[in-house]
């Protein structure tokens, strides 16, 4: 059976928004567009893409994530983690 590499699916779940899904509402990120990057707003978004990696993507332990706001209105996102059974550390790298 075809299946997706955890970079791929990390990535899916980040750039998905909920609702999306017609068979899968509760797959992807509540939507910060539009709102203010407080530290309240990063914490929430970090707090979200933590459980939903970890609720849709099995595959991973041991995850970090960390939000870096630039001026320009992106925020750029490093999500560390291990593959379960696996030492190496592995790094995806976006711009939401």
């Known amino acids: 059976m075809y299946q997706i590499d955890e ?35 990063l914490l929430a978004l970090k707090r979200d893409m933590k459980s939903q990696i970890l ?16 001026f320009d209105n992106v925020l750029d996102v490093v999500i560390s983690y291990t593959a379960k059974g696996d030492i190496k550390t592995n790094e995806v790298r976006l711009s939401l």
């Open 55 to 70: 609720t849709f993507e099995p595959r991973v332990e041991n995850l970090k994530i960390d939000l870096t706001p630039r």
């Open 7 to 41: 970079i791929e699916s990390i990535k899916r779940i980040c750039k998905t928004s909920k609702l999306t899904k017609t068979l899968r509402p509760t797959f992807g990120l509540d939507r910060y567009i539009d709102k203010k990057m407080t530290l309240s707003e």
